[in-house]
Structure formats: structure tokens, C-alpha cells
């Protein structure tokens, strides 16, 4: 097999100029969400011990079994890039020692995540995810605060009437084993009507039996028993208070009994935000009231949201209504002609920066009309031009792009003039 050294790997992809507009955009608003609300951003390493995964995402879940790109470094290590963020940032939490910050630690991120799936519309090997986790509350307030934010943020991408919340609750470590056990003994009967998937769920992973796609084993799921009935007293009490509180703030839901997040670390409220047309989960998360003590700290509830931002840009392009703020690339274009025009823009562009003015300009021998249409294209306010004329008289000729209006101002006069037309 040839090896295409000028292709990107199966699955990723460059995120050209045009996109990043997209990725800015939800990156910006996310931040401000997220930054109003308390939360503090974090990067963690591109990769981790595997066991952190294996342990904190749980062995029986597709990620682990069958998604990650481990690898042994040169010292026979076994690491992972990381396929999802909250196991990380737990890590992170405990051995960078902010159990003694004032709880609850209330973090935020934006990062690449790399799972092993069968590349689709939708669905690459290397995706962004933005994600935000509170660490130490246990108070269904947390809970409401989690949702609401998360809400807030597809509001603010002017996409709220596309998502709806679907929530569930899927109890704790004292109520959800004998909820599995009726889920066990309702399959084990049906067994031979599932696909093969679902023979190996029914084994290592029993919750995801309700989380498969294939219409064979539709009926079945229709049909299981549901967590919320087999909740204990407080699992019962914590997600009624959850409800009545989403209510009392008019953020809209739907009860999905039937709703499983794809990581043994979830506990009692799960959530996931999927699109009104086919369902198609753009966030999720839910509480992980025991990952700390499982990572070996001392008990701590916790809970966290995580949105694909791959997916959010596919759900903005198909509603040209949304208006991104497109920037331009640049405000000003210096246009020139001749040698020692040349120099001058070379000096002009300079001082521009300085001043942080965006600015771009073409230092090769093209026509006046070619950097014209140039600076057409790049959307600019301004076009300065530098002639043989302007050069030899030390001037510079401001074009407003928009209105066409040209002005002749002595070089030392051209950055304040600038600035002023930015204004
Ligand atoms: P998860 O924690 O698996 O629910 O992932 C959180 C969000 O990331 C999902 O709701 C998706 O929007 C997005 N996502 C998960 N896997 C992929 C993938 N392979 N490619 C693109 N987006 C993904």
C-alpha cells in the first residue's frame, strides 16, 4: 500500500481559513458564556496514561474498546491521546492540588480529541470539543447551572430552536445495579432478536443496550425497563429537584428514559442537546459523582457539559440565517507601484502594525489593478496607494473602499488618518 505523504491521516482533516470563521465564532461565545458563569479555561497534555482512560471512562465502553489511539512511547510507556476531556481534567484537579481551592472548581476547555471511528459526515478521527466541568457540588443547583449554561451557549449561536435537551436520570452505585439486573434478565431472554453489538453490550456494558442505532433491536429497546423507575430515595429526590428547578427557570427539556451516555463514569442526571431534525447529538454530559474517587480522591460529586464543535460549524452552514460575524482578514491594503514605492510600503505596512492596525499588502511587482481586486477580496475599509509620484513626493493616497473617496495625505500624517476612518 502506497503511503500518501500529501494526504492528511483518514478521519482528519485542515481547518482552513474560511472554517476557523466557524470555530472562532463558537469559540468567542462559548468563552464569554462560560467566563460570565464563573468557569476558568485549562489545556491538558494531547495524551495521558492509558489506565487514566481505561479506569476513569470505564473498560466495557466503545471508546476504550474499541477508539483509542494508544501507542508505547520509547521508554515502553502505554499512553493515549486523549479521547474526551473530563477524565483529564479530573486528573488534572487532583494531582495539581485543587482540592484546596474554594469548591466547587469550576473549569473550562477547548481542545482536540482523537477517537478511532469510522470517519463520516460528522464523525472524525481527530474532533474539537468544548467542554466545561464543575468539580465538588452535589446540589441539583449544580445540575441546573450545567444545563442552563449549556443552553445558553446554543442561544447565544442563534441555535437554541435547532437543539433540544433530552434528560435523564440513571441513578447511582446503590440503585443502578438492580435496575441492570432487570435490564440483564429482560435481554436475556431476548437475546437472539439484538444484533452482534448488542450480544457484547449485554456482556460488558449492559446500560448501552438502550443506546443502539440498528432497527432491529428498536422494538426491545422500546420496551426495557427505564432507570428513572428503579432510582433510589435520593437518586429520586435529586432528579425531581433538577426538574422543578430547569422549570422554575423556563429552560426547556425533554425526560428520555431511555437516554445513556457512552462512559461508566456517569451518574444520575445525563443530558445531551441533539438537533430537532435527526436527533444528532451536538453535546452531552451529565454528573460523575464518583470519577475523583475512582482517579484516587477522596469523595467529591462533580458533573460537566462537552459540545462538538465540528458538528455545531455543519449545524451553522445549514442555516445561512445565523449571521457569523466574518471579519475581514485585514482593515487596510497597501497597494504600490515601483521600485521605491516599494520601499515605502514595506515602511507604511510597519508602522501599520505597530499600531495594530490589520494590515496586508502585496510586495511583489503585480499591477495597480491586480492589488485592487486584491484588496477587493479581502473585504478591506481601506486601500492605501503609493505610486511613483507619491513616492517621490513622500505622500500616500487613501481610497475608501466603500464610498470609492480618495484623499492625497503626507506620509507622517497617514497612520492617524487611518486610525480616524477605522473609528
Ligand atoms: P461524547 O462525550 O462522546 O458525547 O462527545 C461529546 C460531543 O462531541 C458529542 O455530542 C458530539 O457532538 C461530539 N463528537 C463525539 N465524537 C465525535 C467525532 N468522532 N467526530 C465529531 N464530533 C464528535
Redesign the pocket.
Known sequence: MSKKINQAPRGTRDILPDEQVYFSYIEKIFESVVNSAGFRKLYTPAFEDTNLFVRGVGKGTDVVEKEMYTFNDKSGNSLTLRP?GTAPVVRAYLEDGMQSWPQPVKLYYYMPMY?Y?RPQA???RE?W?FGFEMIGDKDPIADVAIISTASRIFKKLGLIDQVNVQLNSIGCQNCRPKYLKELKEYYGLNLKKVCVDCKRRYETNPLRLLDCKEAKCQPLIEEAPQSINFLCDDCHKHFKETLELLDEIGTNYEINPRLV??FDYYTRTVY?FWTQTDGY????GGRYDRLVEILGGKPTPALGF???V??IVEELKKHPEIVINQESAADVFVAQIGEEARKSCLKLLNGLWDQGIRAEGCLDKGSISEQLSMANKLKTKLTLIIGQKEAFDETVIIKEMDSGNQEIYPHEKIIQEVKKKLK
Do not use: V, W
Not at 281 to 284: E, S
Open positions: 474526551e477517537r471511528e460528522g464523525r472524525y474532533h470539543q451516555r457512552g445531551e447529538a451536538l453535546g452531552g462537552s459540545s462538538g465540528d458538528r
